[in-house]
């Protein structure tokens, strides 16, 4: 059975694939000639706990990364365009993700757009996206 955080995390995931990039979950890819010129990766931060009573009150960071070729005439651009189809398609009226996220005060926010480092001479840039999805699980009813 699935718990509500991984509920939360497939609703955000499916947010971000309806948004058209080819999606990697976990780790920043590398990109070779045959990939996508942009690509987008879900990374997922870790849960900070707030109060704690009955319920346990949760903000999960969530970053999207944008990445794309260094190679491609106007990188930046290619990102820019990309984080703004992303913003449009994650950030709906809907701040609860289908009513998953129960801390309704505050629901899902955004954070800032950081960029990303890359080593020297790498053939990738990117911006990072950030997101705060704060919920509530029940003391041992996750």
């Known amino acids: ?15 971000v694939v309806a948004s058209g990039f080819l999606v990697y979950a976990g780790g920043t890819p590398s990109l070779g000639e045959d990939d996508p010129d942009v690509v987008v990766a879900v990374i997922l931060g870790d849960d900070e706990p707030g109060h704690q009573m009955q319920n346990i009150h949760l903000e999960l960071g ?24 992303l ?32 080593e020297p001479g790498s053939t990738v840039v990117g911006r990072r996206l950030m997101y705060v999805l704060s919920h509530v699980e029940g003391w041992g009813s996750p």
Not at 64 to 83: F, H, W
Not at 93 to 112: A, I, Q, T, Y
Request: aromatic content about 4%.
């Open 62 to 85: 969530v970053g999207v990364e944008v990445i794309a070729k260094a190679s491609l005439d106007n990188p930046y651009d290619a990102i820019e365009d990309a984080l703004g189809v």
């Open 1 to 15: 059975m699935a718990t509500n955080r991984q509920k939360i995390i497939e609703a955000f995931n499916v947010t």
């Open 87 to 118: 913003k449009t398609n994650i950030e709906t009226p809907d701040r609860s993700l289908g009513g998953l996220l129960r801390n309704l005060s505050r629901g899902m926010e955004r954070g800032g757009t950081i960029a990303m480092e890359f």
